[in-house]
T-cell receptor, first 117, second 115 residues
Framework: AQTVTQSQPEMSVQEAETVTLSCTYDTSESDYYLFWYKQPPSRQMILVIRQEAYKQQNATENRFSVNFQKAAKSFSLKISDSQLGDAAMYFCAYRTAAMDSNYQLIWGAGTKLIIKP | DAGVIQSPRHEVTEMGQEVTLRCKPISGHNSLFWYRQTMMRGLELLIYFNNNVPIDDSGMPEDRFSAKMPNASFSTLKIQPSEPRDSAVYFC?????????????FGSGTRLTVV
C-alpha cells in the first residue's frame, strides 16, 4: 500500500524568504499523481500544485514550485518570497494512475507553516 | 461554477440528537468523498461514492454514521445519535475520475460541535 510521509510537523520562515516543505512517499507504481494542498485558518482546502509522475519537468505555479525526484520518491514544495497569506497547513497527497483502482488520495499528516513578519 | 457546496457551515447540537450534513458536488464530477478532520486524528476518509454508488465505507466509525447519495448532485452524511467525540470538521470533496490530475475540489466544511 502506498504511504505519504511529511516529516516536518511545523516550519517557520521569515516573510519574503524561501521555504521548502518535504514530502516522501512509498509506492511500487511507476505512474501516479502528486499534489500539494494548502489549508489556511479559514479551513478551506485549496489545491496548490500538482505533478504527473511521468513528467520529469517540475511543476510551477507562480511562487510555488516542486522538486520532484522520482527515484528518491520525494516531492518537496518550495515557496519563494513567502507572504503572510501563505501561513497554513500544507498537505502532500498521492494518487495512483491505475484506472481500475479506487480514486482515493493518500494523504500525509501535514506541515504547519508559520510566516514571521 | 460555485464549487462544492456544504451546509451548514457550523452546527451545534446536543448529545443524542440526529445531525445531517449536506453536500452538493461540482456538476460533472462523478466521485464524492466525505472526510472528517480533527486535531488528534488528522484527515480521515469516511466514505466515498463513485457514480452515486458507495464504494468504500470502511472509514465510517460505527453504525451511528450513514451516508447517502440519491443522485449526482446531492449527498448527505447523517449521525444518529450524535456524541461529543463526533465533534470535528466534516469535509465533502468531489473529483472527475477520468481526469485524475485535477485532484479533489473540497467544500468549505461543516464544523460540528456536539455538547
Amino acid at each position: 500500500a502506498q504511504t505519504v510521509t511529511q516529516s516536518q510537523p511545523e516550519m517557520s520562515v521569515q516573510e519574503a524568504e524561501t521555504v521548502t516543505l518535504s514530502c516522501t512517499y512509498d509506492t511500487s507504481e511507476s505512474d501516479y499523481y502528486l499534489f500539494w494542498y494548502k489549508q489556511p485558518p479559514s479551513r478551506q482546502m485549496i489545491l496548490v500544485i500538482r505533478q504527473e509522475a511521468y513528467k520529469q519537468q517540475n511543476a510551477t505555479e507562480n511562487r510555488f514550485s516542486v522538486n520532484f525526484q522520482k527515484a528518491a520518491k520525494s516531492f518537496s514544495l518550495k515557496i519563494s518570497d513567502s507572504q503572510l497569506g501563505d501561513a497554513a497547513m500544507y498537505f502532500c497527497a498521492y494518487r495512483t494512475a491505475a484506472m481500475d483502482s479506487n480514486y482515493q488520495l493518500i494523504w500525509g499528516a501535514g506541515t504547519k507553516l508559520i510566516i514571521k513578519p | 461554477d460555485a464549487g462544492v457546496i456544504q451546509s451548514p457551515r457550523h452546527e451545534v447540537t446536543e448529545m443524542g440528537q440526529e445531525v445531517t450534513l449536506r453536500c452538493k458536488p461540482i456538476s460533472g464530477h462523478n466521485s464524492l468523498f466525505w472526510y472528517r478532520q480533527t486535531m488528534m486524528r488528522g484527515l480521515e476518509l469516511l466514505i466515498y461514492f463513485n457514480n452515486n454508488v458507495p464504494i468504500d465505507d470502511s472509514g465510517m466509525p460505527e453504525d451511528r454514521f450513514s451516508a447517502k447519495m440519491p443522485n449526482a448532485s446531492f449527498s448527505t452524511l447523517k449521525i444518529q445519535p450524535s456524541e461529543p467525540r463526533d465533534s470535528a470538521v466534516y469535509f465533502c470533496a468531489s473529483s472527475v475520475n477520468r481526469i485524475p490530475l485535477y485532484g479533489y475540489t473540497f467544500g468549505s466544511g461543516t464544523r460540528l460541535t456536539v455538547v
